[in-house]
């Protein structure tokens, strides 16, 4: 079995910044893959960043460059910093891993979730 924890989320100012952790733990042979998501009540769940085990990343829009995804290899870790929060990035912020389990096939992984507040 494989764990997934978010943390790093709460409420901040318009402008201001935080840094989220997804950490994963578990029985596997390694991670291929780190997604982070958010949805916001009434909206669908979409995709806020990747990065894969070769450290290749890919953004949405919806970042406006202002998101920055990393990983710690060695910590089974990644990290999205998010930097001049708006309103609209208000929202419940999940991570989804990518595992290669011990067979070698491919099999996902989804934490909880964390809330990102943004508001005065």
């Known amino acids: 079995q494989v764990q997934v924890v978010e943390s790093g989320g709460g409420l901040v100012q318009p402008g201001g910044s935080l840094r989220l952790s997804c950490a994963a733990s578990g029985n596997f042979f390694s991670i291929f893959r780190m997604e982070w998501y958010r949805q916001s009540p009434g909206n669908q769940r979409t995709l806020v960043a990747r990065?894969?085990?070769?450290?290749?990343?890919d953004y949405a829009d919806n970042g406006e460059g202002r998101f920055t995804v990393s990983r710690d290899n060695a910590k089974n870790t990644m990290y999205l910093s998010m930097n001049s929060l708006k309103p609209a990035d208000t929202a419940v912020y999940s991570c989804?891993?990518?595992?290669?389990?011990?067979?070698?096939?491919?099999?996902?992984?989804w934490g909880q979730g964390t809330q990102v507040t943004v508001s005065s």
């Open positions: 989804k891993v990518v595992v290669r389990q011990i067979s070698l096939t491919l099999r996902d992984y």
């Open positions: 990065i894969n085990e070769g450290g290749d990343i």
